[in-house]
């Protein structure tokens, strides 16, 4: 029985890291964009396809081996940002770059503390801003289109960014962990029907990021001074210190502290 086991040779097990390595990475470059959100709805289909095999469910099996016929040809055009920017980072020799900073507690109170004490001073002085803190899906596709910073987290730095006839103030501010990741990004305008016609282009690009993501978008209204923010596609209003931080914490403390419900929220004055 054992002489009939194929004999793994050091070329094997060299070959075996190298792909095993490369799965990783690949893993790595997903987990950055919005790409991981399709990726589980195609282990869904696939799982859903098997299991109405094994049941002999002919019809559903039909429907969905189809679809999954459909998904393989539609998967170079879904991820063509995503595999872009491989080809980019390999180019760039950046593919095997270092992993996100995970952000303790202190930390991220602190960001927090910056982040609203920003959102207070600008809506005072009523100055136009859109903030985007980026959580679990990546949304780097965004960044990208904006000019990278990388610079700490402060109250100072988003006020003069957004000041009137600064060359970022008309785009948004992407956050990603500690770091203020790039300015002047270009976000997707929502384009739902039941929008309000009185919100603007800045309530709108934070509703459509919130839409395709679960990032969380900060407003400051440039006519009014009033802070929303956008949140899985709904925009809460006219908020004041106390509950634009307590939404903050909730959110972004999620990981640390377990689920916390969406729907907590649903008293607020949330606008669809």
């Not at 596709?141 to 103030?169: Q, R, W």
């Not at 459509?208 to 001074?225: N, Y």
Request: glycine letters at 6%; aromatic letters at 6%.
């Amino acid at each position: 029985m054992l002489a009939q086991l194929p004999t793994i040779s050091l070329i094997n097990i060299i070959d075996m890291l190298v792909v095993a390595v490369l799965i990783y990475k690949l893993f790595q470059l997903i987990r950055e964009t919005r790409a991981v959100q399709l990726l589980k709805g195609l282990v869904v289909l696939l799982v859903a396809a098997t299991v109405s095999d094994w049941l002999h469910l002919y019809t559903i099996n039909w429907i969905l081996e189809n679809v999954r016929t459909m998904v393989v040809v539609a998967i170079p055009v879904v991820f063509q940002p995503e595999l872009r920017r491989t080809l980019e980072r390999l180019g760039r020799g950046k593919l095997f770059g270092g992993p996100q900073v995970i952000l303790g507690e202190e930390d991220t109170r602190r960001i927090i503390n910056e982040i609203v004490r920003s959102m207070v001073n600008m809506a005072k002085n009523k100055t136009g801003a859109l903030i985007v803190l980026e959580r679990e899906t990546g949304i780097t596709d965004y960044i990208e289109t904006g000019v990278a910073l990388d610079s700490i987290v402060s109250g100072e730095l988003l006020t003069n960014i957004f000041i009137s006839n600064s060359p970022l103030h008309d785009g948004a501010v992407i956050i990603r962990g500690d770091r203020v990741a790039a300015a002047g990004c270009f976000l997707p305008l929502s384009e739902s029907p039941k929008l309000s016609q009185e919100l603007g282009t800045r309530h709108r690009a934070a509703i459509g990021v919130s839409e395709l993501s679960d990032a969380v978008a900060l407003v400051v209204s440039e006519e009014t001074g009033i802070i929303s923010i956008a949140y899985e596609g709904k925009l809460m209003r006219n908020l004041d210190e106390k509950i634009t931080r307590d939404f903050l914490e909730e959110k972004l403390y999620r990981k640390s502290n377990g689920q916390a419900s969406f729907w907590n929220w649903r008293s607020k004055p949330w606008a669809d």
